[in-house]
């Protein structure tokens, strides 16, 4: 089956870093997205991996480990508006992109 | 970047009715999806609906309840059919840009329907 394994819930601090990890089955694989959803909001692209290694943009970096089925997506310099729900979307061989429910993320001052 | 409207935004219904969701996409793309997601819960694929063809339905949807039309490469509509609470969602209309499959999908603004 298709699966994807994420925190329900984190918290962090304004100003810190904060990694939120994923793990994933997919039949086959094309890719995987990193998505931010604010709450009653549409999901905004993040990043995009589909070779091994990290991808930095910004404040945001996402890893991928494809042999592991994981990855992680890293926030720095937290701010109070990165409060919001994080979705690793891996794209199966069909090219359908898989979601699970997210991180809920919390930023505390 | 595709930039994606969606309309309504929000609306009530009476149960038994049916509701039209619009779709308007500022530029041509090839692929566009019809989403639903509950509170708190992942988005759930509803189908892909495709220019000049039938929507392909996700297991668990059925064209009687949803029917989609896709006209052309800018615009597609879902309608939600005989509603009833269990209907009550935000409905999701994405887009792929480009044509290429790995493209990342953009995202409408979201239909918060409630039907009572």
């Known amino acids: 089956g298709q699966n994807i394994d994420q925190p329900t819930e984190m918290t962090a601090t304004e100003g810190a870093i904060v990694q939120i990890n994923c793990t994933y089955q997919?039949?086959?694989?094309?890719?995987l997205f990193w998505y931010q959803q604010h709450a009653g909001e549409a999901p905004t692209f993040l990043s995009y991996?589909?070779l091994d290694g990290l991808e930095e943009k910004g404040r945001f970096s996402s890893f991928l480990s494809r042999s592991k089925g994981y990855s992680y997506l890293l926030l720095k310099e937290l701010q109070m508006k990165d409060s919001a729900s994080y979705l690793c979307?891996?794209?199966?061989?069909?090219?359908?992109?898989?979601w699970g429910a997210g991180t809920k993320l919390i930023i505390k001052p | 970047s595709a930039v994606i409207s969606q309309k309504p935004s929000r609306d009530i219904c009476q149960r038994g009715t049916s509701l039209t969701i619009q779709c308007q996409v500022d530029?041509?793309?090839?692929?566009m999806f019809w989403y639903r997601q509950q509170p708190g819960q992942s988005l759930t694929l509803i189908a892909t609906?495709?220019?000049?063809?039938?929507?392909?339905?996700e297991s668990g949807f059925v064209i009687d309840k949803f029917p989609i039309s896709r006209p052309n490469l800018t615009f597609s509509t879902l309608t939600v059919s005989n509603m009833s609470p269990e209907d009550s969602s935000i409905y999701l209309c994405?887009?792929?840009?480009?044509?290429?499959?790995?493209?990342?999908?953009?995202f409408g603004e979201g239909s918060r329907l409630t039907v009572l």
């Open positions: 530029s041509q793309v090839t692929m």
């Open positions: 997919t039949s086959g694989f094309n890719g």
């Open positions: 979307s891996p794209m199966d061989s069909n090219y359908q992109l898989i």
């Open positions: 994405s887009a792929r840009d480009g044509e290429a499959d790995t493209g990342e999908l953009f």
């Open positions: 991996n589909v």
């Open positions: 609906a495709n220019q000049g063809s039938e929507a392909t339905y």
